[in-house]
């Protein structure tokens, strides 16, 4: 089954979780009890939950108990699940079978839950974000940081190219420059020999005529009379 | 006396020798095309990209066009056919030109300059953003794309908690804001160097003038071009594109009986086409004199145009994308709450369905839908948050929501610093050009060490754009530096070439240039259509800014944005001042 995913904390009471004859029941406690709730996004199950599932999650349970308090005294059914809905969210609770049938404290559960939550996560193949224990709050995971910040190796390759770039236009343009100039100073008594287009301007050679002598100080005049209109 | 400074076109043709033999030293372009690549690459910059989609998406979707054709045709088209010829037939740069047409209007020259030298330094720092951004694209996950954690890993950092991680990176880690201007900081290492790297990018390509802006333009210019295309293809496919298109487009007549509708596109077709920069003027004093200014002209403004109609798709179907991911996000989180506590089966409320149960449930349970607090959703209401922080805030947050995010935002940002390189140049040239003229160094320094010192000068003095309180002073300088001088500027290019140069003596230049002498249209716009809506503008303008206080948006880290008014802090235009002055003085 598909469905939207499901972002949202549900949070609700806790209304106690009691034993009565060896099963969990809604009500009001007369020990104080922390509860844990389970919380499963149904939709991001890839497999229908039964009763196998819940089988394996009491195994889970256990083994974090197990692991946590170091001592295999914990039993698959020492972990009582009650108030399941469709939406897979349960209340769940672990006795102690060694302490006449009381429940183990909350914040130990708590803890062992909390030491291994990526075993617990992989066995249903959800995350974090799909498999909540509302009460216990994740730590978030640090995103894995690099030893070089990746920016730093991308600014050291545009550094070098622009560098590069830098370098060899300025030695192609001083190399060109030392071209041009041995080339001139051969050729410059050749130039001179050489007929050049010679612009005139009414008659007078415009290489004597300075025409920029006479932008300096130019009383504003619009005089077109002097030349041939067309 | 006028006629002595330019020789006269009847005298040159028949010689049939132009001048440009005498002068074989100034640079050209390799071809025209390069020449029509540089001025498109000018024209078309950043602004296409956000400022026109925005004005369209603010100013009534398709109405918007009207006002902006009309633009267009009657002021754009006329001033850059002008700018253009002035340039081919006089050959000189923008100091040049109007030291030639009158020794009272190089004030008009020396204004463009200062006006340039100004736009680019700020334009630069915006591609330094863009750098930064480049640069911390390869990261996977992209850095905007979560929080990051807070000292003791319970939690994400409070000021990215409470804005959103794009804000916070773009706030912090690529500004690093301070909350007003007067609390400058110290200098960002980090923005220094892509500061760095930009100004050296922009000296290489600028190193010898044209001849190097030529061959970088290849790819500046048709670069952004290849990239739309394929954000175009990708945009159209994404879910809620459509939406995006249909909603920005949909035009809203009545928007046009708002005054600064007009306004506002008279400016842009005005600062679109980078009229008034002395640019060019200059790419065009390169070419051949007998070249057809008036096609390249007209080719060109509609090219910029087209490209902005262009740009704007794909923005808004990504836009449109943005916008519905984020309504379906506040729906989905409606339907677990509602879910959850009426402990209803999973599937049961869809998006589609929505609307009905929860009608359905206010009615029949009231007190329980209040106490969840639903949030509600609109789609209007995601559609209508952008603007002009699309670059770095909206369009990177569309972009993590895209498959190969990291891919796209490359893409995106490399397109992004070639659109205002491709500017940039023209930027620089209506520098370069000018100081040339100035002969303000000796023939033998060569034009490398001129361009460097222009490049050296311009990044230190930029540096205060790196400053933490960088983004409000160029908030302040793009407003006021880059406003409205080119306005001044513009209308009396306008009137100094129709009314001192003689409308008759530059119809017949441009005859003489391309062939033909200037119809109808161009008379009326030289004449009178074009000086009297850039004074209409003009004053409108100045009418408007008068009217409110200077003031700039902050970012309070207290996680709320309040305006904070400049209070006689620029109160005149430093440009207009200076500019005056010379005037005056000639």
Known sequence: ?230 | LLSARIPNSSMVRSLDIPEVLKEDDRPKWDNKFQYILSCVGFAVGLGNVWRFPYLCQIYGGGAFLIPYVIALVFEGIPLFHLELAIGQRLRKGSIGVWNTISPYFGGVGIGSLMVSFIVSLYYNTILAWVMWYFINSFQEPLPWSACPLNGNRTGYIEECHESTAVNYFWYRRALNISSDITDNGNLQWWLVLCLAICWAIVYICTIRGIESTGKAIYVTAIFPYVVLTIFLIRGLTLPGATEGLVYFFTPNMNILKNPRVWLDAATQIFFSLSLAFGGLIAFSSYNSPKNDCEKDAVTIAIVNSMTSLYASIPVFSILGFKATTGYWDCLDRNIIGIINEFDLPDQSIMRDNYTIWFGFLNTTHPKKIASLKLRSCDLQEFLDASGTGLAFIVFTEAIILMPGSQGWAVLFFVMLFSLGLSSMFGNIEGILTPLLELHVVSKSVPKEVLSGVICLVSFVTALCFTLRSGSYWLEVFDSYAGSLPLLIIAFFEVTGVVYVYGIKRFSDDVKWMTGRQPNFYWQVSWRIISPLLMLTVFIAFVTLQTQEQPSYGAWNPKYVCRPIFLIHLFSKNIVTIFSYLLMLQN
């Not at chain 1, 193949?125 to 894995?144: A, E, G, W």
């Not at chain 1, 005529?209 to 932008?215: E, I, N, V």
Request: hydrophobic share 40%; net charge negative; proline share 5%.
């Open chain 1, 1 to 230: 089954l598909k469905g939207p995913l499901n972002r949202f904390l549900y949070s609700t009471s806790t209304n106690g979780v009691e034993l009565f004859q060896g099963q969990c029941s809604m009500q009001p406690p007369s020990l104080p009890v922390l509860v844990l709730e389970l919380l499963i996004f149904y939709l991001s199950l890839q497999y229908a939950w039964d009763a196998s599932e819940e089988y394996l999650f009491k195994a889970m349970v256990a083994f974090a108990m197990r692991r946590y308090s170091n001592k295999e005294t914990t039993q698959i059914s020492n972990v009582l699940l009650c108030n399941m809905t469709e939406r897979v969210s349960f209340w769940f609770v672990v006795t102690d079978s060694a302490r006449n049938v009381t429940t183990v404290p909350g914040s130990e559960v708590e803890a062992a839950i909390r030491m291994n939550r990526n075993r617990i996560n992989s066995a249903f193949l959800l995350t974090d974000n799909t498999l909540q224990f509302l009460k216990i709050s994740s730590t978030l995971s640090p995103p894995i940081e690099p030893t070089v910040p990746v920016w730093v190796i991308v600014f050291g390759v545009v550094l070098c190219l622009v560098v590069a770039a830098i370098l060899f236009l300025v030695v192609s343009g001083i190399r060109q420059r030392k071209k041009n100039n041995n080339e001139s100073a051969e050729t410059g008594d050749l130039e001179d020999k050489c007929d050049t287009p010679v612009t005139t301007e009414n008659g007078i050679p415009c290489d004597i005529l300075d025409l920029k002598a006479g932008q300096i100080n130019g009383v504003y005049a619009a005089d077109d009379e002097r030349f041939t209109p067309l």
